[in-house]
């Protein structure tokens, strides 16, 4: 049996983020990265780019060398299948046992696959969350030149994208009412679709996939409301729930998500959580729920790494952030971008050409989040307020300026503080 | 660490720093081959706000945690050993994640060019390397910039 001081699944952006934490306050102990990848940190908000032809190597999120450099072993390429928590060890897929002295499940979400009639045994229905999914869509380039995305969330809007720049015709089917529900208002939505409709990509909204038609070959699908699409692919990209097979066997907590307290330290002691498998803190509400993101995974990891070396330093809750990659023009959101319910204020910006547009939604004076269409330099400044939770009723017609946002926005005594580099960046462990 | 300093009520709109900043991350090194060749206009890391009277210059802080390098996907944006908070614009892919997160909007995002990247202030690396300041600290006539150790370590700054 092998052992380690810290053993770490996973090996993406929330196991770097904790890698980060741990060697901040303990440089000596071992580490240990167990991952099925054979990559290991990559950035699976690229694939997108894999897809398109770029190199895998330009997918890796830290150099090569990283984890030498940070004194990491690695066991990549290896899935653990088994973890006896009681007993602080765990079994990898070639029978080995490893022990811990602490363990970080970063073992991230799968994709959400409904059950959809006729998915079975055709070569060319995919998902689309990690390397080896995107290896195989690929490939499989030259074989279609039509496909079906189903969900319009950031995954979906973003294959279907770049099957479109690959001059495939592509067809979004999404449940909802509208595009990117979950980091847009409605009249964003509104602008996100017009501009990719302007790229030739098709959308039913309030439609479902009911079957996929053909035998081995894909014919099209057949959609709730009764219409036929014809196409010769399927990708799935609904979007990601935490991915419990590890952990349903064991006594850690997991209820559609991985538990976790403040400290990132699941239901067993030693055992921590941190990325898209946990359900963690919404700065906007206070609610746990899961957030995958992949800056709220980096923070998680950190926080989970600081308390793992016993340091005791509690996560301030994640806020939900977005940034639309793809499109010419750059969408920003931050926080809540829809108000639920009467007591939130909304005030918007847009120009008749629907090249600017922004809102701000506010509760009691305090900024609680935003979207940014067009003009999106400085937007963070409006994240930094939802976190700082000022009351910004004095200075919020200014921040709908079409100008750039800025610090002169900002009431001087705030920004002084910061001229003169009072780091409040909150992580002072 | 030392920083940047800003002393808004010294500066004076003269955006000598932008024109330094340019010209000290620019090819030719040239002010004016920098901006008519390089196509480095509107690119300077160091940005002068003005609201007559009032005016000052921001750029990074280069936080001991960056919130830019959290939302950084591509893993462009990294601490050096030095404390500077880089990015490194070969490896960004504009997903402006930075941008988002960035609480004194000091990351940019460049658009106009043939490849979308992001820029911020590198607090010239290798001016420093080289005994340096700062480009725009230097060409500050007005003291609105110094280059100096944090709050934290001298107590009090007088602005």
């Known amino acids: 049996m092998s052992k380690s001081d810290y053993v770490i699944v996973g090996s993406n952006v929330a196991a770097v983020g904790a890698i980060d934490g741990i060697r901040r306050h303990d440089k000596k102990s071992s580490i240990l990265t167990i991952s099925y990848e054979s990559l290991g940190s990559y950035s699976k908000a690229m694939l997108a780019d894999y897809i398109k032809g770029s190199n895998s190597q330009w997918l890796e999120y830290r150099g090569k060398d990283y984890f030498k450099k940070m004194g990491v072993d690695c066991l990549f390429g290896r899935r653990v299948t088994a973890i006896k928590a009681d007993k602080s060890v765990l079994t990898t897929d070639n029978g080995e046992e490893v022990s811990y002295k602490k363990l970080l499940l970063g073992v991230g979400g799968v994709p959400f696959k409904p059950a959809i009639k006729g998915a079975e045994g055709k070569e060319l229905v995919f998902t689309f969350t990690d390397l080896f999914d995107a290896e195989k869509i690929r490939e499989a380039l030259p074989r279609f030149d039509s496909a079906v995305v189903i969900g319009a969330g950031f995954t979906g809007t973003e294959i279907a994208y770049t099957l479109n720049k690959l001059n495939k015709k592509v067809t979004v089917v999404e449940l909802g009412d509208r595009v990117l529900v979950k980091a847009l208002d409605p009249k964003s939505s509104e602008i996100a679709e017009s501009l990719m409709k302007g790229e030739g990509i098709e959308f039913y909204l309030n439609d479902t996939v009911e079957e996929i038609a053909g035998s081995s070959e894909i014919t099209g699908v057949s959609l709730k409301s009764g219409k036929f699409v014809p196409c010769q692919a399927v990708i799935t990209a609904i979007g990601v729930i935490p991915n419990g097979a590890l952990i349903k066997d064991t006594q850690i907590k997991f209820d559609r998500g991985l538990d976790v307290d403040d400290y990132m330290c699941t239901s067993v002691p030693n055992v921590y959580g941190a990325g898209d498998v946990v359900k963690a803190t919404d700065i906007t509400d206070g609610q746990k729920r899961s957030l995958p993101l992949w800056p709220l995974a980096f923070q998680q990891g950190l926080v989970a790494g600081i308390n793992m070396a016993g340091v005791k330093y509690p996560y301030a809750g994640g806020l939900p952030m977005n940034s639309l990659k793809f499109l010419k023009v750059p969408i920003l959101s931050a926080g809540i971008t829809t108000p639920p319910d009467a007591s939130y204020e909304t005030i918007s910006v847009s120009d008749p050409k629907g090249t600017f547009y922004r809102s701000l939604i506010l509760k009691e004076g305090r900024l609680k989040g935003f979207v940014t269409i067009g003009e999106v330099d400085g937007a963070g400044v409006l994240t930094g307020l939802i976190r700082s939770k000022a009351d910004i009723s004095g200075i919020k017609t200014r921040l709908l300026n079409k100008k750039k946002i800025g610090l002169m926005q900002m009431p001087r005594e705030w920004r002084n503080r910061i001229f003169t580099r009072r780091d409040e960046t909150d992580y002072h462990d | ?159």
Not at chain 2, 85 to 92: G, T
């Open chain 2, 1 to 159: 660490m030392k920083k940047v300093i800003i002393v808004e009520d010294y500066c004076i709109a003269c955006y000598n720093c932008e024109v330094a900043c340019v010209a000290s991350h620019s090819r030719s090194e040239d002010p004016i081959k920098a901006y008519k060749r390089e196509g480095l206009r509107g690119r300077t890391n160091a940005v002068v706000e003005v609201a007559s009277p009032l005016a000052f210059s921001s750029m990074c802080r280069h936080c001991k945690h960056p919130w830019c390098m959290d939302a950084c996907i591509s893993g462009a944006i990294q601490r050096l050993d030095n404390g500077i908070v880089y990015l490194d614009e070969e490896r960004c892919v504009g997903c402006w994640g930075c941008v988002v997160g960035c609480p004194y909007g000091a990351a940019h995002p460049n658009l106009d060019g043939e490849r979308k990247h992001a820029f911020k202030c590198d607090l010239c690396i290798k001016r420093l390397d080289a005994g340096l300041n700062p480009a725009c600290v230097e060409a500050c006539p007005n003291k609105a910039l110094l280059y100096d150790e944090t709050i934290e370590v001298r107590e009090e700054v007088r602005t």
